[in-house]
DNA sequence: CTGAAAGCGCTTACAG
DNA sequence: CTGAAAGCGCTTACAG
């Protein structure tokens, strides 16, 4: 009496998802050959063409679609792979998931999305374990350590995106900045100005530095060039953490009180103000006009991202294009390799090139 | 000769990623036991505890995991939840996810980001039933009847986010725009503003309208105040497709040309524009300037959905607040829900309200 | 308290 | 060409 309905329950659970088994009993065939088909093994295996269009026809007929899940089990890989993110609100990082996601589908993976904050991340890593990703990729503002140490123990190969990475472990992709400071300063020298400022940030969480080296840039470009930077001509904003309410970490009045000291230097005005990012280029802009200066006409901005909002604002604002997207394919391409035999596991940095986009914020100097 | 390289090679398998076997071999115990332990069974199985201590110190040793997927199989259940999206680029939808993701987690799922074009939805859907998830929330410009039909055979629940359905199936979380209308038109008749137009668009594809009533709404709410709505004071942008290089479906030149009609209408130049989203609006302030109007001093903009530029640009926008988070957070609930007893499985749309945010680009009438 | 057995859904050698 | 067997990693009754 037991056997029975026990039985019962797991007929009707198989009818309600039809499994090789379900096939297999409904044509009177083994698993495996039904299996042997499904999986396009007829031609080796010489399986019969009429037995091939019967369990084809019955697999369709039935609504059969494989547990890519039990496969995973049996083959011992996900395609699967992880992307770690600290804060998605931010316009660039969501970017780079989408270049993720893209080159992820076109090799056959799929992508898991897992967010994480100071307190989960431990969590979400032993959550990657379980899940036997293939790989994770990374954009955290937490130290990552115990990420990498965790992965290490597992053999979970880790793409680190844009960020520093704290010591010599795995692979890290990141933007070049270089050709797009030196294509904006290129373009306002061309333009005819000399008196270049500097708007950058005083921010660092955990001991990350974020994207650090673009005042450095600057400075080497205006060096290069023979142009002098007086003191003072490099100001910084103050970020603020990064979090829903303050997507980018931009506190607005930082920014104007910083672009306020630019303006009144005493070595005088300077003619053209470079942001190191675009949130702080508009917010200068803003500033600059509340000063009574028209925007390009008696000072040139230019930025450094290429947000949807540098296409947006009035004037559309010149700016640096980081390769967000290309980041997260670059990434996606490594960690795929890794599956591979030809992976080169040497810790390591994949720089991309940054680009430039002249638009209506820059102009010609003032006589 | 044949079984003991195989068993070796087994073995090593098995010592590079732990399981039950593995730990239960360690202490010559059943895997009964140790899965008895490692699923908190142990108070309930009465495991003395000085197993129990065991049993975790060397999971802990041999840098155990627990395999989800083959969790998943044995139990039939995955927790994955996956997003299926045409246009991950356009802000709003990725906020949506943002909300989704953070719900999911909340509940004990992860969610799985798959992106859809017209040729792979059909594939994308396969893929759903293949890794088993829980349930799909979806958001996408393609007829989504095979994705229902799909899902419907599989018994995979289905919540479609700020778009119709087109048949009488599943659920639909999608925002009220109504208040957001409402306080809209509210505050620019408080500012003394008679003269509103509204810069609506022109775009349907695959017989799909996105988010068609906002115009009916202004309509309505100008009705309701007996204020005159002159033929011609609704104008119409035309939208390109959305994609990579045009995140929003915007054509700057058809929104310059809508504002371009509506400030030369012959029945006299509006004095407040209320726009159907944030990208129109900021396009039509530019197209005010241009024209050599100051907003809010000569004329008021209004926009829709509060993204990010609203509160970038120079003035910042005046706008109502889309609750796309909540719209991703109420469609993870709705499906969690799907899969408990009280699941009410009738076809239904679960409104969230919109807000309205006064900014800069809104003003008192002129005179 | 613990172990042997059966099973989730799938696949791959290995016999015949 | 096809089937019986073994196994991926996990878990749950069921005996003792």
Not at 6 to 14: F, G, L, N, V
Not at 103 to 117: H, I, N, R
Not at 334 to 344: P, R
């Amino acid at each position: 009496m037991t056997g029975k309905p026990i039985t019962e329950a797991r007929k009707e659970a198989r009818a309600a998802r039809p499994t090789v088994t379900t096939i297999a009993e409904h044509l009177g065939l083994s698993r495996s050959t039904v299996t042997g088909v499904l999986t396009g093994r007829a031609a080796e295996l010489r399986i019969r063409p009429e037995t091939q269009r019967r369990v084809l026809e019955v697999a369709q007929e039935l609504g059969y679609h494989p547990n890519a899940l039990a496969r995973s089990v049996r083959s011992g890989k996900s395609h699967m792979i992880g992307y770690l993110v600290n804060d998605p609100h931010y316009e660039p990082y969501w970017n780079t998931i989408i270049g993720a996601l893209a080159e992820a589908e076109a090799s056959g993976f799929t992508l898991k999305l897992l967010s994480v904050d100071s307190r989960t991340l431990g969590q979400r890593v032993e959550q990657c374990m379980q899940l036997r990703l293939a790989g994770v990729i990374a954009r955290v503002t937490q130290d990552p350590r115990s990420l990498f140490e965790a992965a290490d123990r597992a053999a979970l190969p880790v793409v680190m995106v844009d960020q520093d990475v704290p010591r010599p472990f795995g692979v890290r992709v990141a933007a070049d900045d270089s050709f797009g400071c030196r294509a904006a300063v290129s373009h306002l020298v061309g333009l005819g100005h000399r008196r270049i400022a500097f708007l950058s940030h005083g921010f660092d969480a955990a001991g990350i530095t974020l994207i650090p080296e673009r005042e450095r840039l600057f400075l080497e470009e205006m060096a290069a060039r023979g142009l002098e930077v007086p003191p003072g001509y490099v100001a910084r904003e103050t970020m603020l953490v990064y979090g829903p309410e303050t997507a980018d970490g931009l506190d607005p009045s930082t920014v104007a009180a910083a672009t306020d000291s630019l303006l009144s230097h005493p070595a005088g005005r300077p003619t053209a103000l470079f942001c190191w990012r675009d949130e702080t280029a508009l917010i200068a802009i803003r500033a600059c006009r509340r000063a009574g200066l028209r925007v390009p006409e008696d000072i040139s901005v230019v930025g450094f991202s290429d947000i949807r909002a540098a296409q947006l604002s009035d004037p559309t604002l010149t700016t640096c294009r980081s390769p967000w997207e290309e980041m997260g394919r670059t990434a996606v391409r490594q960690l795929v390799q890794a599956l591979e035999a030809d992976f080169d596991p040497s810790p390591r940095t994949v720089l991309l090139p940054s680009g430039f986009v002249a638009r209506e914020s820059s102009g010609p100097a003032p006589a």
